[in-house]
């Protein structure tokens, strides 16, 4: 560690010390030699985030956020003692956190270790992320445990299923993003950077990564593929984006198109990019850097810049496909960020298609508009197809009743399918979605594609579904013919819920989710 810094570093993470569990601290100068418990684990894993801390210093002392995230961290530590209900899945959490952190506080500890205070700059705009994440993991999942009623315990109750890997992924990614950091602040020093940076690109075109195979089965999707395309054709300047629920075949049909002889013909570059497990801004510019094969030592210097060099040094046009945007577009600090990052990459090119899926009905809020097309469920017909040519088997009774029961959804049939054609008995399948629902559709895992109810929870626990909705959902999903505005009931909803709830605003939240719908609603 620079000399001369050492003064700078002790802010911080004399901060964060001060703030910190006292058991946590009182570890960093204790040792033993006796069998480690679950608690001292949990007790040393603690005092190591702070350890990382007060060695490193204050090197961030004038950059915004940094005392935020310690203070943050802090708060984390000590909640532990006080969690009331769902004690197990709040340790994990927190285990998470400071394991997670620990590997950031590391890099962050390279980082200052090459460049000094100065390698924090470029930090800025991630650290007040991490900020806001950690921020959101304290409001959401662990402080409402700390006194829980009955009604809370209710609504939360499909909670851990839901967040838990979601959490997860968003940490991974933090420490993807500042490990990437550190790895170009330790390649080369920020001069250097700048003057390789600086020189002519080369005139070869960078040769797009490989596009997802093209989908062997799409059935009932003639008409809304050919809409797409069509979408994409008729337009100077195409920006398409396909919208709807979780498993109705988004990403599917942005392959599809992609994979379509017109599509290959007017566009013959093509990049697509999945934001499935992307939580930032950040992380979502290196993904389309990795897709456009921009080199690394690039990624932390002005990227958005080289991003669109990249895009203009093509002399074809190019589609760009976005895949699950709404994963970092719907993180309420990210919102903002993405939209202009959208804004940057439509006014690269005038040779450029953006083609992205989100799931919900809501499109990025960008000052340029998009040409979207809401996906709706498969029709009764192309339902029973979709069940024949997966399972091997003709639909008898059974099939064809649970089928209507899945309204369409080609996830929803495609894992109904596989479970039949693995052995599994219609009337076994339909007996058992009567008596547990969603849970029954699963194939082995915990991720969307592989379980219906994963994927239903990751809409359902949104951060775009408050508690007020998910109480709101709740409710209607209790009356069997939904609820009529034009009711007495719908009139006498709202004085039944707790008091302050917003109905209105639960409910288009509700639909924006495309967790709710109109009977007679038109589809496409």
């Known amino acids: 560690m620079r000399p001369s810094k050492v003064n700078d570093l002790k802010s911080f993470f004399g901060t964060l010390v001060a703030h910190g569990h006292p058991r946590a601290v009182s570890l960093l100068n204790q040792s033993t030699l006796q069998p480690a418990s679950k608690l001292d684990i949990r007790l040393n894993a603690a005092g190591t985030v702070l350890q990382l801390a007060k060695d490193a210093g204050d090197a961030a002392s004038n950059v915004p956020y940094v005392k935020g995230v310690a203070g943050i961290l802090s708060q984390i530590i000590k909640i532990r003692d006080e969690i009331q209900a769902n004690k197990e899945r709040c340790d994990e959490i927190i285990d998470l956190v400071l394991s997670k952190t620990t590997i950031i506080l590391q890099s962050l500890d390279k980082v200052y270790r090459t460049n000094g205070a100065d390698g924090f700059e470029d930090l800025k705009s991630d650290l007040e992320s991490y900020s806001h994440f950690l921020r959101g993991v304290l409001r959401d999942d662990l402080e409402p445990y700390k006194n829980q009623s009955r009604l809370k315990s209710y609504i939360n109750r499909g909670k851990k299923a839901g967040d838990l ?41 960078i040769i797009p990564q490989a596009l997802p195979a093209c989908p062997e089965i799409v059935i009932g999707r003639e008409a809304v593929v050919d809409h797409v395309v069509q979408a994409v054709l008729s337009s100077s300047k195409p920006r398409v984006a396909l919208l709807g629920p979780g498993g109705i075949g988004k990403t599917t049909i942005g392959t599809t198109v992609l994979h379509d002889a017109r599509i290959i013909s007017a566009y013959p570059t093509k990049y697509f990019v999945s934001a499935e497990q992307v939580s930032t801004n950040e992380l979502l510019k290196i993904s389309v850097a990795e897709s456009l094969a921009i080199p690394q030592i690039s990624r932390g210097v002005d990227l958005v810049s080289h991003i669109v060099d990249s895009i203009r040094r093509n ?61 709706q469920g498969l029709d009764t017909s192309n339902s029973i197809t979709m069940f024949e040519s997966l399972s091997r088997q003709p639909a008898d009774t059974s099939a064809c009743e649970l089928l209507l029961k899945l309204s369409g959804s080609p996830l929803a049939i495609k894992l109904f399918s596989l479970m039949v054609k693995e ?102």
């Not at 940490?171 to 170009?184: D, G, I, M, P, T």
Request: aromatic share 6%.
């Open 165 to 205: 890997p979601k959490i997860e992924r968003q940490l991974n990614h933090f420490a993807e993003l500042f490990s990437v950091k550190r790895q170009v602040a330790m390649s080369v020093d920020t001069r250097n950077t700048v003057a390789l940076l600086s020189k002519p690109a080369p005139s070869a075109e």
């Open 315 to 375: 002399s074809q046009p190019i589609i760009l496909c976005i895949d699950n945007l709404e994963t970092v577009w719907e993180v309420e600090s990210e919102q903002p960020k993405v939209d202009r990052f959208l804004e940057v990459l439509s006014g690269a090119s005038s040779k450029l298609a953006i083609l992205i899926t989100m799931r919900g009905t809501q499109e990025p809020k960008t000052s340029f508009l998009w040409d979207s097309t809401i996906l």
């Open 423 to 524: 052995g599994d008995k219609p009337s076994q399948l339909l007996s058992s979605w009567n008596e547990r629902g969603a849970k029954v559709l699963e194939i082995g895992g915990k991720h969307r594609l592989s379980s219906l109810e994963q994927s239903i929870h990751l809409s359902v626990f949104s951060p775009r579904i408050d508690d007020t909705g998910r109480l709101v959902l709740g409710l209607i999903a209790l009356m069997p013919d939904g609820l009529s505005t034009s009711s007495p009931w719908f009139q006498g909803f709202e004085s039944i819920l707790p008091d302050e709830t917003p109905l209105q605003s639960a409910l288009r939240a509700l639909r924006r989710m495309s967790l709710l719908g109109e009977i007679g609603q038109p589809s496409r």
